[in-house]
T-cell receptor
């Protein structure tokens, strides 16, 4: 059975802290891994990762994929209250193209 | 403006009364997908479509139907809604990377459905 497990489920930090969110997966026919941020509305795209070891960066956020150990991490440096959200990881996998499996998300709360 | 629209945004209905939630995108995306989101369960894929006339089941397709007759539209049909289909529904679309895997997905605003 395919699995996408995110950890921690919930995290509370103070502004300025650095956080690392984890997404591990056990799936058949892995094709890509995507990160999304969800505030009180629809998810918004952060990163798409297909190759191991290549870091993707956008401002204070960065992400990397390890296809050997089957996980990805999302780093957020110098956190701000606006980073408070649920961070979702999704994996495209399976014998049919386009079938996405989401993890349950990590709830990040940043206190001022 | 590039967007995915869903209608209605909120719907309260009764068990067994057929309903359709519409989804439309204006970005000429090949890939479209429906998800439901329930507390503690995250986003679960219901159905998806890689292109016109091509649809496939996701992880929770029971009780739902879809069609993809035009590239821009991907309606979700509940033939006989039941209370366990009460949920927040999202439609999403994306281009395909190398015609193989969904790229960045753009999500609609969501439809909150309550079935009594």
């Amino acid at each position: 059975e395919d699995k996408v497990v995110q950890s921690p489920l919930s995290l509370v930090v103070h502004e300025g802290d650095t956080v690392t969110l984890n997404c591990s997966y056990e799936v058949t026919n892995f094709r890509s891994l995507l990160w999304y941020k969800q505030e009180k509305k629809a998810p918004t795209f952060l990163f798409m990762l297909t190759s191991s070891g290549i870091e993707k960066k956008s401002g204070r956020l960065s992400s990397i994929l390890d296809k050997k150990e089957l996980f990805s991490i999302l780093n957020i440096t110098a956190t701000q209250t606006g980073d408070s959200a649920v961070y979702l990881c999704a994996v495209d996998r399976g014998s049919t193209l386009g079938r996405l499996y989401f993890g349950r998300g990590t709830q990040l709360t940043v206190w001022p | 403006e590039a967007q995915v629209t869903q209608n209605p945004r909120y719907l309260i209905t009764v068990t067994g009364k057929k309903l359709t939630v519409t989804c439309s995108q204006n970005m000429n995306h090949e890939y479209m997908s429906w998800y439901r989101q329930d507390p503690g369960l995250g986003l679960r894929q219901i159905y998806y479509s890689m292109n016109v006339e091509v649809t496939d089941k996701g992880d929770v397709p029971e009780g739902y139907k879809v069609s993809r007759k035009e590239k821009r539209n991907f309606p979700l049909i509940l033939e006989s809604p039941s209370p366990n289909q009460t949920s927040l529904y999202f439609c999403a679309s994306s281009s395909l990377l190398g015609r193989q895997t969904p790229n960045e997905q753009f999500f609609g605003p969501g439809t909150r459905l309550t079935v009594l």
